[in-house]
């Protein structure tokens, strides 16, 4: 980050990661609406493109060089669109390009947020805009991710996998306290989920954890849930639930229900976060790249718009970061604003952005 010689813009220095799908399609798309709210807040963008992802692979056998962590570290901030390709495995993907990053730059926190917004129709009967809001606060560089474990006697009948997950005292520790934290600034209510019952070692692990760090915040009401139990209860009651913590696998699966829930995966922001100066954190739509839709023009480019937000905020501008936020709010409470078709309109992505272009 640095200020120009006039001392009225702010300039951040920002990687681009567009990736595969409709990832660049939706990045494109958001840029010169980035920029203007940018512009109107004194701000600017000095953004670093890269063209890694499945098409980099399928060209190069890797999904990022070999350095490419390295080349992400001095940023202010990561963008990444979406990764995925009809024709390559997913866990390529994902340890290839997402899991090196969140690891590499220790971006232990995946923070999600799940609104529902004016104007949009929840799956659930009998629940209006803001009834349910609540953020989930998933580990994102250990668990049941971690990449410890193999495969032997391939091709044989007693072929064997083991896969184990980890769970450190100060990974767990860390992002509980995190989860704690924001419940301190929300409603006061933490939500810990785990599977102590089939889990005796790793997830009471974690409960220990929560009851020694519960005790540093006395005013946040602690629940526990199986993550079974979790699930059914994000249908049956979500406007109970203000800040969720859990594992990287249950809160993987926690948060594309509360994505659901909300209305479209084409509404879900999230941030890889991690605190402090020493690394940039990472800030993505959780829509993945919908090879179904590639070209169409018309991928709902609403949750990269409010992981942008997302993003001003973390790096401070926070007045920039509600503009975003606040016209994605006030075209979705319009009812003849454009809409895409995940949220049944007809509209264009350009169409929406043009819009909330208006809006500012």
């Given at each position: 980050m640095m200020n120009t010689d006039d001392q009225t813009t702010t300039t951040y220095d920002i990687e681009l990661i567009p990736g595969d799908g409709i990832g660049p399609e939706v990045v494109d798309a958001a840029l010169p609406l980035i920029r203007a709210v940018a512009d109107d807040h004194g701000l600017a963008f000095d953004i670093t493109r890269r063209d890694w992802g499945t098409e980099y692979y399928l060209e190069?056998?890797?999904?990022?060089?070999?350095?490419?962590?390295?080349?992400?570290?001095?940023?202010?901030?990561?963008?990444?669109?979406?990764?995925?390709?009809?024709?390559?495995?997913?866990?390529?993907?994902?340890?290839?390009?997402?899991?090196?990053?969140r690891k590499g730059l220790d971006q232990y926190i995946c923070k999600r947020p799940n609104v529902l917004f004016e104007g949009i129709e929840t799956p659930l009967q009998g629940y209006d805009a803001g009834d349910i809001d609540f953020v989930v606060y998933r580990e994102n560089t250990e668990g049941e991710y971690a990449d410890i474990g193999g495969r032997e006697h391939r091709g044989f009948n007693h072929e064997t996998a083991v896969q184990s997950a980890l769970f450190t005292r100060e990974g767990t520790e860390r992002i509980v306290r995190a989860a704690f934290e924001a419940a301190t600034e929300r409603d006061g209510h933490l939500t810990s989920v785990t599977k102590s019952n089939a889990q005796a070692h790793s997830m009471v692990f974690w409960d220990d954890i929560v009851e020694e760090v519960s005790e540093d915040y006395p005013s946040v009401t602690v629940e526990r849930l199986l993550v079974d139990a979790a699930s059914m209860d994000l249908i049956r009651r979500p406007h109970e639930f203000d800040i969720i913590v859990a594992s990287n696998l249950f809160g993987d699966i926690l948060t594309d229900i509360g994505a659901q829930i909300t209305g479209s995966m084409g509404l879900a922001p999230s941030g890889n976060i991690h605190p402090g100066d020493e690394n940039p954190s990472m800030f993505e739509p959780v829509h993945g790249s919908a090879p179904d839709i590639v070209g169409d023009g018309v991928a709902n480019p609403l949750a990269t718009v409010l992981s942008w937000s997302m993003l001003l905020e973390d790096v401070g501008e926070k007045t920039a970061a509600t503009a975003l936020w606040d016209a994605v709010t006030n075209q979705?409470?319009?009812?003849?604003?454009?809409?895409?078709p995940d949220l049944g309109g007809d509209a264009t992505t350009e169409a929406v952005v043009d819009d909330l272009r208006s809006r500012l």
């Open positions: 190069q056998g890797e999904m990022m060089p070999e350095d490419g962590v390295s080349r992400l570290a001095d940023s202010d901030a990561i963008f990444l669109g979406a990764v995925g390709h009809p024709t390559v495995p997913d866990h390529v993907t994902l340890h290839g390009l997402l899991l090196p990053i979705l409470a319009d009812g003849a604003a454009p809409r895409t």
